[in-house]
């Protein structure tokens, strides 16, 4: 009787250290497997250029307004005279708005960063995307409009992204505001692919 316990045991341990092998080496092929996907995406080149529209807003003139307009013309409506887009410049809450996204904003090296590797997934995944034209913008927090895609471009609006808590957004209901924060912009353009 002593013999089969004895026995037992020595099979129980056996396939106990079998089955921990195996389960380390499905881990180990299934992360060489991932490895090797992430290794082929990293290899795809993608050039991101983000275009600070909202900057070059804020010091717009009478004498470069056109040249702007020409440059981004679907962000000016014709409906509206130039003298709307050159009063709203100095406007004081448009200021305001704009020094807000500066002091969070003041470069988007990580955006860019992020914004690159997330075009690598969407072109070896979906290689019939291309990467889009990429503008910066403030919308007066239109936050039903934080991202647009349209027909190779894509616009952020950055005073939508503050953080929950800023004051621009004290009479927007509070589970709107939670998504205000930077961290969800990649999110939000990857979930408009």
């Known amino acids: 009787c002593k013999r089969d316990l004895k026995n037992c045991s020595n099979i129980s341990m056996k396939f106990t250290k079998f089955i921990k092998i195996s389960v380390l080496l499905f881990f180990l092929i299934g992360c060489s497997k991932q490895s090797k996907i992430e290794k082929e995406i990293a290899t795809i080149p993608v050039e991101i250029k983000i275009e ?94 934080k991202i647009v895609l349209s027909k190779g471009l894509l616009i952020i609006s950055l005073d939508t992204y503050l953080g929950k808590d800023h004051h621009f957004y004290e009479g927007i209901q509070k589970y709107f505001r939670q998504g205000f924060e930077k961290k969800y912009m990649i999110p939000n353009i990857a979930s408009m692919y």
């Open 52 to 145: 600070r529209f909202e900057r070059l807003l804020a010091d717009v003139t009478p004498d470069n307004l056109g040249d702007l307009k020409k440059k981004y013309p679907f962000l000016f409506s014709e409906r509206y005279a130039d003298s709307l887009w050159l009063s709203r410049v100095k406007d004081t809450i448009q200021i305001e708005l704009n020094e807000e996204v500066e002091k969070k904003f003041p470069n988007l090296s990580k955006e860019k960063e992020e914004l690159h590797a997330l075009f690598q997934h969407i072109q070896y995944y979906f290689p019939e995307i291309e990467t889009p034209r990429i503008v910066t913008i403030t919308s007066d927090v239109d936050y039903h409009n």
